[in-house]
């Protein structure tokens, strides 16, 4: 069984601040990292993919993973309370059906405080 | 571009009672897939189809049947509704190949009561 764990929060940051997600998962044959952002009452929506060792940057986001500790992190930079949001990590191994399904943590629920 | 169209979007059914959630999607996606989202246990998958004819199940699919339509439709059907399956569902779908790296489009959303 898959595993993905986050931190359930609630974490509380005061707007400007960073913030940082972190997931951990068991299956050492996962190949791609995602993290998903979800409002109360919405739909996840894919906010940063990684698949490579290292930091990758999109505007005030940065995705970290290290393979052999088998986590990966989000970090937030200068929180908006636009912010506050479910974030969800997600990993995605390879059924050997063709499927690339993905496996998801609960989520963390991040609070920005104006 | 409408990505993935889940319909309905909200439903009450009695215990017992039978539907079908339809997904459809127009992004040529070859994947499909059903999960549910419950307070405290995340996203479980329940179904999932690798390509057109195929079908297979995920972490949760007791009471649950699914149908693959055609390339672009995916359905989920309760066939006797029960309390424990008072949920959100979510259809998602994404692309199939060894180099894709990108994760899912999600529809959004059914809410379902059974009562």
């Known amino acids: 069984q898959k595993e993905v764990e986050q931190n359930s929060g609630p974490l509380s940051v005061p707007e400007g601040a960073i913030a940082s997600l972190n997931c951990t998962y068991s299956?050492?044959?996962?190949?791609?990292f995602f993290w998903y952002r979800q409002y109360s009452g919405k739909s996840p929506e894919l906010i940063m993919f990684?698949?490579?060792?290292g930091d990758k940057e999109d505007g005030r986001f940065t995705a970290q993973l290290n393979k052999a500790s088998q986590y990966v992190s989000l970090l937030i930079r200068d929180s908006q309370p636009s912010d506050s949001a479910t974030y969800l990590c997600?990993?995605?191994?390879?059924?050997?059906?063709?499927?690339?399904?993905?496996?998801f943590g609960k989520g963390t629920k991040l609070s920005v405080i104006p | 571009n409408a990505g993935v169209t889940q319909t309905p979007k909200f439903q009450v059914l009695k215990t017992g009672q039978s539907m079908t959630l339809q997904c459809a999607q127009d992004?040529?996606?070859?994947?499909m897939y059903w999960y549910r989202q419950d307070p405290g246990m995340g996203l479980r998958l329940i179904y999932y189809?690798?390509?057109?004819?195929?079908?297979d199940k995920g972490e949760v699919p007791n009471g649950y049947n699914v149908s693959r339509l055609n390339k672009r439709e995916f359905s989920l059907r309760l066939e006797s509704a029960a309390p424990s399956q008072t949920s959100v569902y979510f259809c998602a779908s994404n692309v199939k190949g060894s180099y894709s790296n990108y994760g899912y489009t999600f529809g959004s959303g059914t809410r379902l009561t059974v009562v």
């Open positions: 990684i698949y490579s060792n």
């Open positions: 189809s690798a390509s057109e004819g195929t079908t």
């Open positions: 299956d050492r044959g996962s190949q791609s």
């Open positions: 997600a990993v995605r191994g390879d059924s050997g059906a063709g499927s690339y399904q993905l496996t």
């Open positions: 992004m040529n996606h070859n994947s």
